[in-house]
């Protein structure tokens, strides 16, 4: 298949796509959070959160429990290039689950747990 994504072809791309598209109050609210990109994850990244896969990971204090002085901890995004590629059949499809998992793992660091993202999915398809 000609349009299959390739594991090196323009992937930091995808992610500052994502980013982009992030509404302007989160963007303007990431300050120190690193977005890497690794290919696989390691042993201890999946055992951290007891997953046998992962596509993306937030390491971090969300904003909602930073201390009373506001101060900033570092906090860190993970995109597995390996899995998303893998479960991409097409470059449209590829840019559309960098995109979810860069989101999902922003809300992460907005405090946003994966059950209420869940209900929030949900809520958007019944709409």
Avoid at 5 to 32: C, M, V, Y
Avoid at 80 to 107: K, M, N, W
């Amino acid at each position: 298949m000609t349009d299959a994504p390739r594991a090196d072809d323009g992937f930091g791309n995808l992610i500052e796509r994502a980013l982009e598209r992030l509404p302007e109050a989160f963007r303007d609210r990431l300050g120190s959070v690193a977005i890497v990109v690794e290919d696989e994850p390691s042993p201890a990244q999946l055992a951290s959160v007891g997953a046998r896969g992962l596509y993306g990971l937030y390491q971090g204090v969300p904003r909602t429990v930073w201390g009373v002085d506001n101060a900033a901890v570092p906090s860190k995004i993970t995109i597995f290039r390996g899995p998303l590629v893998r479960a991409s059949l097409s470059e449209a499809a590829l840019a559309a689950a960098v995109e979810d998992v860069v989101h999902h793992e922003i809300a992460h660091h907005f405090g946003i747990s994966d059950g209420r993202l869940r209900e929030l999915k949900s809520e958007g398809r019944a709409r």
